[in-house]
């Protein structure tokens, strides 16, 4: 059967299916990332995002569907040897050196001796390893050890790189670290998976984004296409009677309210145009009250992963609070 897919995309699924048990937790996801792209996966917790993952490598074969990586089947070794991946919690021995590790997966990966000599301290320095490499991974802080694991997945120079949860175990400064080593494989036309529950971090670093939820891609797109019809207004006025409510509910959504200080009331308002701005101060001086604060907001990734997610609660929580 001929296949449906076009060839130049760095990742492209169609229909892809995975069933355990009788349960399809990967149910018909299609999606494509370009080459050169640095795209972002999101969905919450049992989404299907990891069998996702190991399906683009090959370590799951799919029930169903098509998959195609770097224009081939990631069953295929020579696509295989252009893959990085970094798991979320990668297993290491403690008494190897950070350089032993990283050499040992060099070699696996199919390096040469001269080159691992090579890359070994070059990716180590791009991790912010440089000079720790003599030291044993026992010793390594959860931090050294996800930086070590993010050296291990580039080192082979692959064309596209799985990252998930990079920056799990990283403090802030870590995290810039990390979003600047991203840039860096994007300067260099590398593609990256990134597979993170920090949506602020997405949203820095992505070109593109799916989100992802009962194994199925909800929406995918750029951050301008997804974010394109919402703009957020904060808002803040003396008091807020129900007649200016109903006002407000009827120049946009009203999305939150809070009332709980005396003298104060917050609202935060979602318009369709920017035109209606003006319209809105106008109607809160018609209505009597005072205004101290209007303030329209950059739509973000977490106000459109809620709305899209808004029908279940309880995940929506789980990645509001990771945003932290
Ligand atoms: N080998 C397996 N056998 C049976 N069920 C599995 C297997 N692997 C995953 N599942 C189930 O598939 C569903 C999706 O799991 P998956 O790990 O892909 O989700 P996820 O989106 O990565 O979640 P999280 O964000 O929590 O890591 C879950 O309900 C999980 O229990």
Not at 12 to 33: F, I, N, P
Not at 85 to 112: C, D, I, K, N
Request: net charge neutral.
């Amino acid at each position: 059967m001929a296949s449906m897919l076009g060839p130049m995309s760095a990742i492209e699924t169609r229909e892809l299916r995975k069933v355990y048990r009788g349960r399809a937790v990967v149910d018909g996801l299609s999606l494509t990332v370009g080459d050169g792209e640095v795209f972002g996966f999101l969905g919450p917790n049992g989404a299907g995002k990891s069998t996702t993952v190991k399906m683009l490598l090959g370590l799951v074969h799919p029930t169903g569907g098509e998959v195609r990586v770097l224009g081939g089947s990631p069953m295929n070794p020579a696509v295989r040897a252009r893959l990085g991946f970094l798991p979320e919690q990668f297993r290491f021995q403690t008494w190897m050196t950070g350089e032993e590790f990283l050499r040992f997966h060099g070699r696996l990966a199919g390096l040469s001796a001269a080159e691992v000599r090579m890359q070994v301290p070059r990716v180590l320095e791009a991790v912010g390893l440089g000079g720790r490499g003599h030291e044993a991974l026992g010793g390594y802080s959860k931090g050294m050890l996800q930086r070590a694991g993010l050296a291990g997945a580039i080192l082979a120079q692959p064309r596209l790189v799985f990252l998930d949860e990079p920056t799990s175990a990283l403090d802030p400064i870590g995290r810039v670290e990390v979003r600047e080593i991203i840039e860096r494989l994007r300067g260099e036309g590398v593609s990256v998976f990134l597979n993170s529950h920090l949506l602020s971090e997405v949203e820095q670093v992505c070109d593109r984004v799916a989100f992802v939820k009962a194994g199925r891609v909800l929406r995918q797109g750029s951050m301008r296409e997804l974010m394109g019809g919402v703009l957020p207004v904060n808002l803040r006025v003396d008091r807020l009677t129900p007649e200016l409510l109903a006002v407000l509910g009827r120049l946009g959504e009203v999305r939150h309210t809070d009332e709980n200080t005396p003298g104060r009331a917050d609202v935060t308002l979602w318009l369709t145009h920017e035109d209606t701005v003006p319209a809105l101060a106008d109607a809160i001086h018609a209505h009597g009250a005072r205004l101290y604060a209007l303030t329209p907001q950059r739509p973000d990734l977490e106000t459109m992963f809620l709305e899209l997610i808004e029908d279940t609660p309880e995940a929506a929580r789980g990645l509001g609070a990771a945003r932290a």
